[in-house]
């Protein structure tokens, strides 16, 4: 497969990902904005911070290093040894299970049963659901080497659709039943999730004259199992040893990720209540990396990853590679810079009404607005780090690998460190300081390899993350007036100086995306081009 023809497939995965998940998660939001008023605060921390960090941390710790290593290289290789080892995410799964089970219940305060009943059943049904998602691990590596588009993003967001469906039926028939009602909610959703995959693969290969079916190196669903290879090796063990290296590196990384959650659930610096309102605001500050630069971060590394090789230099491999990977960076740099910008500028001035219109006067009022503002600016460094990570871990070698974990040992230790001091001194406020500060410096370090590895070649990515003056000017302009009609027209002044604020802020975003669209002419191109190719495979596919 050419390197164009890969650029075209992960531009098609990105669009169709960011389309379809837009779709998905606006009538996600929606949903949740109805249970959220249905709800405390302090069974909201439980869920979102407590419980669910038991669930990421499980699914981080037995999957990631496996996908990252699984997903490197092309689609030629002994499917079965890959397969093997992506299999043994479900017993490293009952192990991370038991263990952090026995931690929630044992080690960690255990919430009054009177405010917030069913706990323990919680964390049972939370562990379960984690090996369950487990189990459709083969089939999500597969679907991706092989860029089955719509796939994940149509199963993903029907999962996530039906749990918050029942989470809602559930909420407003059987509150009493507290936490059971999240748990099987969670249950429901992993189990569709993975009888997604099960029986679009069942149907795919029992039809031989599908064009996708003969594409694949497995004929029926049996060979998705695990199996001894003709070559005697259960697994390749080049890729076992790359998965030990993005493992002692997923564990840094997860820390860095869930950092403020494990300082809140094994710290006890905020109350349940506390870290409710911080999650729902986290998740609110978040939505937009999840929609649009957690799909572009997945399929480009997987186009950077087939693109380049891993084990020699730039200057070593093809030149025509070497320059689209370069043009590719330096556009998704410019992209993200943008993006988080604009959310940056805008999202100061439209934290308070839309934490209002979210949650109510629960969200609206205190230190929600703070916490909302603070996560815009993360939201930029959270897009521009994204980029520079995907190209970074596609391109670094093994031994290159290794060494960013010390880096990453010594960023984890950092953040621990620093939420504590800033947690006390300025509340929830400082998780996210503490966050900027790391993802800074992960920022840096990236842009440090990116710099070596095309130092010795005339393209220069890096060129992504300058502005012109004049949208910088543009920007600082609309801050200005959006922070002015604010304060004049929001938030407790009625929905007509409500809307008008709204007003004012569509029509400073319209100056901006103008002038971005004038000044930022190579991307503006990048983009018509990769939009074209991506209707065009999806016309012959």
């Not at 290789?77 to 995410?89: A, F, G, K, M, P």
């Not at 990977?325 to 940056?344: D, Q």
């Not at 620093?418 to 790391?438: D, P, Q």
Request: net charge positive; proline share 3%; hydrophobic share 50%.
């Amino acid at each position: 497969m050419g390197s164009q023809e890969v650029l075209g497939q992960a531009a098609r995965l990105a669009s169709s990902g960011l389309l379809m998940q837009v779709l998905f998660r606006l009538i996600t939001f929606v949903l949740n904005a109805f249970i959220l008023r249905f709800l405390s605060k302090e069974i909201v921390g439980v869920v979102n911070v407590r419980l669910t960090l038991l669930y990421s941390t499980t699914i981080f710790l037995a999957r990631e290093a496996f996908r990252r290593a699984c997903l490197s290289g092309g689609t030629q290789r002994d499917w079965s040894q890959t397969l093997n080892l992506v299999w043994l995410t479900v017993p490293l799964g009952v192990f991370w299970t038991l263990f952090l089970g026995w931690v929630w219940l044992q080690l960690l305060e255990v919430p009054d049963p009177d405010v917030i009943p069913h706990y323990r059943t919680g964390v049972v049904l939370f562990g379960l659901s984690a090996v369950v998602e487990l189990l459709g691990e083969p089939f999500w590596v597969l679907a991706q080497a092989h860029m089955f588009i719509k796939l994940k993003v149509i199963t993903e967001s029907l999962s996530v659709i039906l749990k918050s469906v029942l989470t809602a039926f559930l909420v407003l028939w059987v509150p009493h039943w507290g936490l059971y009602i999240f748990s099987l909610a969670q249950l429901s959703y992993t189990t569709v999730l993975v009888l997604c995959y099960v029986i679009y693969f069942t149907k795919l290969l029992g039809s031989p004259e599908s064009t996708k079916q003969q594409t694949l190196p497995v004929s029926r669903i049996t060979d998705l199992l695990p199996s001894v290879t003709r070559s005697g090796a259960f697994v390749n063990w080049k890729e076992a040893k790359l998965t030990w290296s993005f493992f002692k590196q997923s564990f840094l990384k997860q820390i860095l990720t869930e950092g403020e959650r494990y300082v809140m659930t094994f710290l006890n610096i905020l109350n349940f209540g506390d870290q409710g309102v911080y999650d729902i605001v986290n998740n609110l500050g978040s939505l937009v990396a999840r929609l649009i630069f957690q799909p572009i971060e997945e399929s480009f590394y997987i186009f950077f990853a087939k693109v380049l090789e891993r084990e020699k230099d730039a200057t070593l491999q093809k030149q025509e590679d070497v320059a689209m990977a370069a043009t590719v960076l330096e556009s998704l740099l410019k992209l993200a810079l943008l993006a988080g910008l604009t959310i940056t500028v805008f999202g100061f001035a439209y934290s308070q009404l839309a934490l209002d219109i979210y949650g109510g006067a629960m969200l609206s009022s205190g230190s929600g607005p703070v916490l909302l503002r603070s996560y815009c600016l993360y939201v930029l460094l959270l897009a521009i780090n994204g980029v520079t990570e995907c190209f970074t871990f596609a391109a670094m070698s093994k031994e290159e690998v290794d060494r960013y974990n010390f880096t990453m040992l010594a960023l984890s230790s950092s953040f621990l460190v620093l939420s504590c001091i800033l947690t006390r001194w300025c509340g929830s406020v400082g998780f996210i300081l503490a966050n900027c500060f790391n993802m800074g410096i992960r920022i840096i370090q990236s842009c440090f390899f990116i710099h070596r590895y095309y130092r010795e070649s005339p393209y220069r990515p890096l060129a992504g993350l300058y502005l012109s003056p004049v949208l910088l000017g543009v920007f600082a302009l609309s801050g200005g007036i959006t922070g002015v009609s604010e304060v004049l027209l929001c938030c407790e002044r009625g929905w007509p100086a409500r809307l008008a604020h709204v007003a004012v802020g569509a029509f400073c975003l319209g100056m901006t995306l103008g002038t971005a669209c004038l000044t930022e002419t190579k991307l503006v191109h990048f983009l018509r081009t990769q939009l074209g190719m991506s209707r065009l495979t999806d016309k012959t596919t």
